[in-house]
């Protein structure tokens, strides 16, 4: 596939760059964590992924501000200000309403769009997300508040440096750091995305983040996807969200090394969500059916226990998650309590 040629939206008075891959029928946007466009393809892994994305939707690449070739203020953004630029960019390209993926603190950007931005979100896929990154008394999960300022330190200190990348892949994902041509690949992405005073900003604030008062505010289908060792805060995420679906991969890590896999299920989600509309529609022509039916009967004689019946009926199918219960991805397809 041809790398795609890299524009700008404007978001104030930053620009924001993004690439447009397929045109399928379906628009989804994919908020990164970290990266550069570019390098994305570079990296045969991302490669297997957009190629499989782009067959049955038109998908919309973004550098978040203040990474890769989008501006780079001098001061790091709030959630809101990051989620605005998405907005921004979907303007641009003239998307009403998309499918958003969220990758770690890209899900957190996609969390505040889909509850600010409901009409423009048809669904939502966070990847490993976190409502936190830094544990409290009443948030088990993440690391202590000592440990976060360390890393911010550490980050300041030797970002850029090879040794220290290697060592944050070995951290964040055990297998794919043998393989040395990946490696090599994640430091350039990296050195390529911050330089180490915008990597402090950006860990600074991402430690201070936290959208768990915003959760139960998202009212669109919401699929939740995680690896084996962050299960306990993606199951927080969709616990707080109430009729998010969560789905564990097994292994531990990123995501990247499950191009097609993580695709498929992006695919089964859109389709489900379609199949649904269907079937809404098609319930909504029964019940008005029902209603017109019902006075062509004899005076007093009409009643409106079929009505309740089919709107009942209809409520049952929201959501109803069509394609989800047979994916092969895990032994382990869990609903959120």
């Given amino acids: ?88 960019v979907m303007d641009a390209v003239g998307s009403e309403r998309a499918l958003l993926i969220g990758s770690q603190d890209g899900s957190q950007v996609t969390a505040v769009f889909a509850a600010t931005y409901p009409e423009r979100t048809s669904a939502l896929v966070l990847l ?37 990348l290697e060592s944050f892949m070995r951290s964040t994902d055990p297998s794919l750091s043998e393989d040395s041509s990946f490696r090599e690949w994640w430091v350039a992405n990296l050195r390529q995305t911050w330089s180490p005073a ?45 009729h998010a679906r969560l789905l564990e991969f097994p292994g531990t890590g990123m995501f990247i090394g499950l191009g097609i896999e993580l695709a498929d299920a992006v695919e089964r989600f859109l389709d489900g969500l379609v199949e649904e509309r269907e079937h ?18 004899a005076p007093g004689s009409a009643t409106l226990s079929g009505v309740c019946c089919s709107s009942a009926t209809m409520r049952s199918f929201a959501p109803s998650w069509h394609g989800l219960e047979d994916m092969r991805l895990t032994p382990r397809v869990m609903a959120s309590s």
């Fill in 128 to 164: 490993n997300p976190a409502a936190r990154y830094v544990s409290q008394p009443d948030y088990p999960w993440g690391v202590s508040e000592s440990e976060w300022r360390q890393l911010v330190a550490s980050v300041r200190d030797k970002w850029g440096q090879k040794e220290f």
């Fill in 198 to 242: 915008a990597a402090a900003v950006f860990y600074r604030m991402m430690g201070e983040a936290d959208i768990r008062g915003v959760l139960p505010a998202i009212r669109v289908p919401v699929l939740v996807l995680c690896r084996a060792d962050s299960v306990g805060a993606a199951r927080d995420v969709a616990d707080r969200i109430g």
């Fill in 1 to 88: 596939m041809d790398v795609p040629d890299v524009h700008y939206a404007r978001s104030g008075d930053v620009a924001i760059a993004y690439q447009i891959v397929g045109a399928g029928p379906h628009d989804v946007v994919l908020v990164p964590s970290y990266g550069n466009l570019l390098l994305f393809w570079q990296q045969p892994r991302f490669v297997e992924f957009f190629t499989r994305i782009s067959s049955f939707a038109r998908l919309i690449l973004l550098d978040k501000r203040g990474t890769g070739l989008s501006d780079r203020p001098r001061e790091f953004a709030t959630l809101e200000t990051r989620m605005d630029d998405v907005r921004a």
């Fill in 280 to 297: 809404e529609t098609v319930l909504s022509t029964v019940v008005f059916t029902d209603i017109v039916g019902s006075t062509t009967l």
